[in-house]
């Protein structure tokens, strides 16, 4: 079994909420989303991680330097394989975000599927993680929806754990969608995945964060730790079934 977290981070401004319970709560596996790329071996060095791989998606003018920010993933086992895919947008994790109106956002965004096989005990773990195109309000777009089938074209028929911030809420055609292809692990019960004193919005009923699984894969355990970003973090006990 593998233990897993996932967290929006909020770019570089919840370093002291939530390293020290990665820390604590020691996942072997974290997936990161708005992951500012200097802050990477703070993170390491702090969780004591051996392992990283990061996907840049753009350059943020709000960060010294306008240093990149994406998603990333961190283990503390070897990583045998990295991909970064790039399913929407029109940036090339190189430009800098031009955040003046929903187009300009897109055009200077790369959109990306970042992933790693990792060997754990016996079986291997291919994880994914991902920053999905948000829109205004959670309300759905053509932009959003074309995105959604290229990414599920780059998983289909892939053993795979997919976890992230999705910017689209659960019960809307984008994330339900999405679950008809791969297990919805967000326990039923739960309203929302933002941070109700944390987000700059307050408290939004929203379930946007999410964690798939191909049949390959198991989860439990699976719960939300609010007080560490913007989002609260996911974490999930992860089991390979061996017949999908």
């Known amino acids: 079994m593998v233990r897993v977290m996932s967290l929006n981070v909020e770019r570089s ?60 993933i961190f283990s503390h086992a070897p990583m045998q394989k990295t991909l970064s895919e790039t399913y929407a947008g029109g940036g090339d994790g190189s430009m800098v975000l031009d955040r003046r109106t929903p187009d300009t956002r897109v055009a200077t965004m790369r959109f ?11 079986f291997t773990l291919e994880i994914a993680t991902t ?11 053509d932009f959003q929806s074309h995105a959604l089938d290229r990414l ?13 911030d999705f910017k689209a809420p659960r019960g809307g055609p984008v994330f339900d969608k999405l679950a008809d292809h791969l297990a919805d692990n967000i326990p039923p019960a739960a309203t929302t995945t933002i941070d109700p004193n944390l987000h700059r919005s307050g408290a939004l009923e929203l379930v946007v964060d999410g964690l798939f699984t191909s049949p390959h894969f198991t989860a439990s355990d699976v719960a939300l730790h609010p007080g560490l970003s913007d989002h609260q973090g996911v974490t999930a006990t992860i089991r390979a079934d061996l017949k999908p």
């Open 13 to 72: 401004g919840h370093l002291d909420r939530f390293v020290p319970f990665v820390r604590q709560f020691a996942p072997d596996v974290l997936c990161l989303q708005e992951l500012v790329e200097s802050d990477v071996p703070a993170i390491m060095a702090g969780a004591g991680f051996r392992a990283a791989h990061f996907a840049a998606m753009a350059r943020h003018s709000g960060e010294p330097g306008e240093t990149p920010f994406g998603v990333g």
């Open 112 to 122: 990306v599927l970042a992933s790693a096989a990792i060997a754990f005990d016996g």
């Open 131 to 141: 920053h999905f195109p948000w829109t205004p309000d959670g309300r759905p777009s």
């Open 152 to 164: 599920l074209a780059l998983v289909e028929g892939r053993a795979i754990v997919l976890c992230g």
